[in-house]
């Protein structure tokens, strides 16, 4: 393995913590080893022109985690598949993850890049660019890196195989509660407006039916949690004309919360 870094970081991370702020800073009260490896479906999406409007809207609201040194380079790993070299840049769901990424596995095989390296918060939305950018050229190799926390992935997998069909889930999980019956949702007050909560940790989706099942018992009966890949709805995002989508809000998991909530208590206090 070869670790390298990329120039690029810098200019998506200038004003996301105050994006992030702006959006969770009201609604806080509201609320086994890592690889880069088998998780970078988004790089198989198609290309567009330019991302809309919408989908950017919806994942800027989303904190994930990437490595870099202070100049804002990317950490890049190489690996030589067959006669073929690619390189891989990891994003995080978990900050923890990033984390433990670079302290288990890079300051092992490059200490001395590792030292100037640190765990750097961007947003998905910043994500998705990178990705359609990266589509754009005919001779990348390069492959950005969605990893999901293992935990909720396994949790996915056991839904979906519930039945001992052998259904497998590959994909970066979601969990929305809805009712049985009707193919519809359960909303949550945002505002002046309902919207729609796909969680990234089935423990978040449970706590809102829990609440359900408190205010309306009788029909809590009908109430499920269906789990669905992030990369499918950000399809949806991209090509639905349904006016419902919209109302679409990716609720970040209670560790990316905690660090919201981290840097608004470390915010200068205005007198």
């Known amino acids: 393995m070869t670790v390298k870094l990329l120039a690029g970081a810098t200019e998506l991370t200038q004003g996301v913590i105050m994006k992030l702020l702006v959006r969770w800073g009201i609604t806080l009260s509201l609320a086994s080893s890592v690889m880069f490896a088998g998780l970078s479906g988004m790089n198989n999406m198609q290309a567009l022109a330019l991302p809309q409007e919408q989908v950017v809207k919806t ?74 950018e990266n589509n754009k050229k005919k001779d990348s190799n390069v492959v950005f890196t969605l990893v999901p926390t293992k935990q909720q992935v396994d949790v996915a997998r056991n839904m979906v195989n519930k039945d001992g069909k052998g259904q497998q889930f590959n994909g970066i999980p979601l969990f929305v509660p809805k009712f049985k019956q009707g193919n519809s949702y359960l909303t949550i007050p945002q505002g002046n407006q309902r919207l729609i909560p796909f969680y990234f940790e089935k423990e978040q989706a449970l706590a809102l039916l829990e609440e359900f099942k408190k205010a309306k018992p009788q029909e809590a009966a009908n109430t499920e949690i269906q789990v669905v890949d992030l990369y499918g709805v950000i399809d949806t995002l991209n090509s639905s004309n349904d006016p419902t989508v919209n109302k679409i809000l990716l609720y970040p998991s209670r560790e990316s919360i905690e660090f919201i909530r981290s840097i608004v208590q470390n915010q200068p206090k205005k007198k």
């Open 59 to 132: 994942l800027q609201e989303v904190p994930i985690f990437t490595l870099t040194n202070p100049q804002g380079e990317f950490v890049v790993i190489s690996r030589k598949n067959d006669s073929k070299t690619i390189s891989q840049i990891g994003f995080f769901l978990s900050k923890k993850d990033a984390q433990t990424f670079l302290d288990g596995r890079l300051k092992k095989e490059n200490p001395q890049l590792a030292s100037t390296i640190q765990v750097r918060p961007v947003s998905l939305a910043d994500y998705y660019k990178l990705v359609l």
